[in-house]
């Protein structure tokens, strides 16, 4: 595992490297470069039979859309939050502007990311690989968990009931995992059987 998160680091380091102009530049570094378990690239990796080259392009395009998620989840508009593991989250070192633009910046990262990086690969499986992304930052995955978890307005989670938090974790963690398994999975040159949660 260890191995697997720094090959992960590596790449993500050489994604998006300090130039002009800085600041943006920094706060996507900040947020995607700040350690964390990598469990998204992990289980894309896991499902392809040995060749993590082909599987990193896909890996590395997870981590950027989930640093992107948490930039934005940690807004003051959001869930206001001053600290993401133990230090200062990115808004309150950059600044709120900067880190919406930067969010938006890292999910376009990732998109490109996978399409100028992935070879050996058929067009067919890059577009699923693609659309899973998509799925997962859509209306079927963070952005509606998102909204229904800000709509329950800071409720602690025994006094939210079991569907509504069923339907957030479902639609945040339980599709980032999906997303991971069905990319990684897509990439695997044999043939795999795939069946979607949702």
């Not at 990262?109 to 799925?135: D, N």
């Not at 945040?172 to 999975?185: C, P, Q, R």
Request: net charge negative; proline share 2%.
């Amino acid at each position: 595992m260890l191995q697997k998160i720094n090959a992960v680091n590596k790449v993500l380091d050489a994604v998006v490297p300090l130039r002009n102009p800085t600041k943006i530049h920094e706060a996507m570094r900040y947020s995607f470069l700040s350690g964390g378990k990598r469990i998204c690239s992990i289980v894309c990796i896991a499902f392809v039979d040995g060749n993590e080259s082909i599987a990193m392009p896909s890996a590395c395009a997870l981590e950027m859309v989930h640093a992107a998620c948490l930039m934005h989840d940690y807004l003051s508009c959001t869930d206001s939050d001053d600290l993401r593991r133990w230090k200062p989250s990115n808004h309150k070192v950059f600044g709120e502007y900067v880190i919406v633009l930067a969010g938006c910046a890292l999910v376009t990262c990732a998109f490109e990311h996978i399409v100028t990086t992935i070879v050996g690969v058929k067009l067919e499986k890059i577009l699923r690989v693609i659309g899973e992304l998509a799925r997962l930052i859509g209306l079927e995955g963070v952005v509606v968990g998102q909204v229904d978890d800000l709509e329950s307005g800071g409720q602690d989670q025994s006094d939210m009931g079991f569907e509504k938090l069923e339907y957030i974790h479902f639609h945040k963690t339980t599709a980032a995992l999906e997303a991971s398994a069905i990319a990684g999975a897509m990439l695997e040159k044999k043939s795999v059987a795939i069946t979607c949660m949702t």
